[in-house]
């Protein structure tokens, strides 16, 4: 075996009298790729790694089929090694999940799984070469620029049953003995392109993603949706109007609208209004207040409801091409991943019409039929509904049905309709994907591509709107919009700018695996937008009164504070400066600890922007010793000895009221048992809110409205709460200056 076994040099020719593939002559021919008699040899010293090969079947098998019955008879194939390979598995539970009922013919299971097909090496090396052959000018214009997987699926075309890793390796095999190893050119990034117009091909690659179906007819769809479109990328928010949006949705709205944007497309927001029991015309004009707050604007905006008259005539040609039928078992009957079997799967197609049309018509209570489509979910969820029964009126179209699509049913066809180039959605909706494209298929309709991510998620918070009922009815927030929440319409009161949710949901990026941050990542954001946008201001929380004995005019002073002290090109205000100043009661001591540089007798202070230093000349209090004034001369700062501090004050300031916020939960996961075994409302902070009822702030914000944001110097960032009236202001505290040591 330690002979070399390469072509005999000068002649191109192998040991075994076969030419070699590379160029006669000596030298080069010793080094090419070997011959197909050596590729043969290589692959058999690889291994069968057949008892690993069987363990995994088997896994896959008890993961994807929930039917004990037909489980045990799979089981027995992959046992026996009749089924191999995960092409063969994934044929046998398509034809289980496809006969559910009726006794199973083993002899056409066999012909439908390929068990007993061979498919031999030599016939793969074979196809494998034909294939090339087909295509072999292209491959040595483009090199390993070629889609390889158009190789690998002609190949397959021709050999069902071949293992899908073992054509991968033929080929790459092949490639190599043709162009040879790569070069710096091969390993550049080809140029994304979207549409070839002149083709009608999707270069883009997505009706070559992974479970996509592929029709007779898809091209022929494509080339009509490339007609429409143009070529154009066209994503979707599909939000329900039945709450309010959250942090997880923010990062659904960067993505579909961000993709569509970067992409030159465009976004519709799209209303899934199909459950009208719980839908109100508040969270329709929130959602998309909150899209347009965050920057973006929808290309148009549409609803599921505008589309219902086309969904039902398609349900009827679902029926009819015998893929729905009506149904009456019960709600908890169909509940779970392996419920009973429907004794009315096998209807007649006519029957199942006449009972739709009664549908309808209201002939039915809610709850006693169903239209339900014929396929089984990658979760086990066997034959889902598409229309149910409900007797209510619906906010857009009245009383004109009393039948909803579901959300199985719909989505798909209304991305269908608006001609979606990328269905986007979060990770949970995966087990869904086969019925996407399924029901696309079944009705021969251009089928866009679903893409998962991963959905963001906060730690010390809940999202979910049944949870968040319960904090408002239960008193524990306000609304939707308690600053404590992580609704958008919560953070938007709260003053987080959307510019810097977007940022966050950008450093969060968009991968396949949930992400579940840190608040404090996210309020780093804000405090780097806030650090650029929000002008300077004066407030003190607990005001202490501070007299001037020697006050250095005869009337009040005004002094002029920069917007932004490292950039005065941004401006000034002015706030007056009198004999009478509050300060904060933490900004004094009467006795004087270690390291402490604030205000005390014997060590003064410097007021900001002021040019004033104050010395402690007299100490009041009321009758329980508690200090309620201080008396005190101030001096030129620019003639005194520098102050060891500066602290912020307030003259003739205006009443206001400020909110502290903390965070609304005890623990990391309110909502895991393990954590909080008494449930999320057990675990609410009693310090999550501090309301300050006698706050004073500089007169400069006056002016201020709803929304507006201020730094308040040495305290942190707040925004003008909308339940301010008049002068007197209420300020919510968005963020500290400084992250909070603690919370990391």
């Given at each position: 075996t330690a002979t070399p076994q390469g072509p005999v040099a000068g002649t191109g020719q192998g040991r075994d009298g076969r030419r070699g593939r590379g160029s006669a002559g000596p030298g080069p021919a010793l080094t090419l790729p070997p011959p197909r008699w050596r590729r043969r040899q290589a692959r058999g010293a690889l291994g069968s790694g057949l008892d690993k090969a069987t363990g995994t079947l088997l896994y896959n098998a008890a993961a994807r089929l929930?039917?004990?019955?037909?489980?045990?008879?799979?089981?027995?194939?992959?046992?026996?090694?009749?089924?191999?390979?995960?092409?063969?598995l994934g044929a046998a539970l398509e034809y289980l999940r496809s006969h559910p009922l009726e006794p199973l013919d083993t002899g056409d299971f066999e012909r439908a799984c390929g068990v007993g097909v061979c498919v031999?090496?030599?016939?793969i090396e074979e196809a494998v070469e034909a294939v090339i052959g087909e295509h072999r000018a292209e491959l040595l214009a483009q090199r390993y620029h070629f889609n390889m997987g158009l190789l690998m699926g002609e190949a397959r075309s021709w050999l069902r049953w071949a293992d899908g890793k073992t054509i991968k390796n033929e080929v790459d095999l092949q490639v190599l003995h043709l162009l040879g190893p790569k070069t710096e050119a091969d390993l550049e990034k080809k140029p994304k392109v979207m549409w070839r117009h002149e083709t009608g091909n999707w270069d883009g690659e997505n009706y070559k993603t992974e479970g996509y179906v592929v029709t007779p007819n898809t091209m022929a769809l494509l080339k009509q949706h490339l007609a429409i479109t143009g070529g154009q990328v066209r994503t979707r928010f599909p939000p329900e109007p039945n709450g309010i949006l959250h942090i997880g949705h923010a990062k659904a709205i960067n993505f579909n609208f961000g993709y569509a944007k970067a992409n030159g497309g465009v976004c519709f927001l799209r209303y899934d209004d199909t459950n009208p029991e719980k839908e109100e015309e508040k969270y329709f004009t929130a959602i998309r207040e909150m899209v347009e707050w965050l920057g973006y604007q929808p290309y148009a905006v549409t609803h599921a409801s505008d589309y219902f008259d086309q969904l039902y005539t398609w349900a009827l040609e679902l029926i009819r091409r015998g893929q729905a039928y009506v149904c009456h078992q019960k709600v908890e009957e169909i509940k779970g991943h392996n419920p009973p079997p429907s004794p009315w799967r096998d209807r007649p197609v006519e029957e199942s019409l006449l009972l739709f049309e009664d549908m309808r018509k209201g002939k039915f209570g809610e709850g006693e039929a169903t239209l339900r489509m014929k396929l089984m979910m990658e979760d086990?969820?066997?034959?889902?509904?598409?229309?149910?029964?409900k007797f209510t009126p619906h906010h857009r179209t009245g009383d004109k049905w009393c039948i909803y699509p579901t959300y199985d049913y719909t989505h798909c066809l209304c991305d269908s309709i608006e001609h979606i180039t990328h269905?986007?959605?979060?990770?949970?909706?995966?087990?869904?994907?086969s019925s996407y494209f399924w029901l696309c298929n079944a009705l021969d309709v251009y089928c866009p591509v679903q893409w998962e991510y991963g959905r963001l998620?906060?730690?010390?918070?809940?999202?979910?709107?049944?949870?968040?009922?319960?904090?408002?009815?239960?008193?524990?927030?306000?609304?939707?919009?308690?600053?404590?929440?992580?609704?958008?319409?919560?953070?938007?009161?709260?003053?987080?700018?959307?510019e810097a949710i977007n940022n966050f949901c950008a450093r969060v990026g968009v991968t396949v695996a949930q992400a579940t941050m840190e608040p404090h990542l996210l309020e780093a954001c804000v405090r780097e937008v806030l650090n650029e946008q929000a002008p300077r201001a004066m407030a003190v929380l607990e005001p202490l009164k501070v007299t001037i004995t020697n006050f250095p005019a005869p009337k009040a002073l005004e002094v002029l504070v920069p917007n932004f002290p490292a950039d005065e090109s941004r401006g000034?205000?002015?706030?007056?400066?009198?004999?009478?100043?509050?300060?904060?009661?933490?900004?004094?001591?009467?006795?004087?600890?270690?390291?402490y540089k604030r205000l005390a007798p014997g060590q003064p202070v410097g007021l900001r922007h002021a040019g004033y230093v104050i010395a402690v000349q007299n100490v009041i209090k009321d009758a329980s010793g508690r200090v309620i004034e201080l008396e005190v001369t101030c001096t030129k700062s620019d003639v005194s000895e520098k102050p060891k501090a500066f602290i912020h004050w307030v003259s003739e300031p205006l009443a206001c009221e400020v909110r502290l916020y903390e965070r609304l939960f005890l623990h990391k996961n309110p909502e895991d048992p393990s954590e909080v075994p008494g449930g999320f409302l057990s675990d609410l902070n009693p310090d999550s809110l501090r309301v300050v009822h006698n706050a004073m702030v500089?007169?400069?914000?006056?002016?201020?409205?709803?929304?507006?944001?201020?730094q308040f110097e040495r305290l942190g960032y707040f925004s003008v709460d909308p339940d301010s009236e008049g002068e007197r202001m209420v300020f919510n505290r968005t963020v500290t200056l400084k992250e909070d040591p603690g919370k990391a």
């Open positions: 929930r039917d004990p019955k037909h489980l045990g008879f799979l089981v027995g194939y992959i046992a026996r090694r009749q089924i191999l390979t995960d092409l063969q031999t090496p030599e016939q086990g969820k066997m034959d889902p509904v598409a229309y149910r029964v269905s986007l959605c979060t990770k949970e909706f995966q087990a869904r994907r998620n906060l730690l010390y918070t809940v999202v979910s709107k049944r949870k968040i009922i319960r904090l408002v009815e239960t008193g524990a927030v306000r609304d939707w919009d308690d600053p404590r929440l992580f609704t958008l319409t919560a953070l938007r009161r709260r003053g987080f700018p959307p000034f205000h002015k706030v007056p400066f009198k004999p009478t100043v509050y300060i904060e009661e933490t900004d004094f001591r009467e006795e004087v600890d270690k390291g500089d007169s400069s914000v006056l002016s201020a409205r709803p929304f507006d944001k201020f």
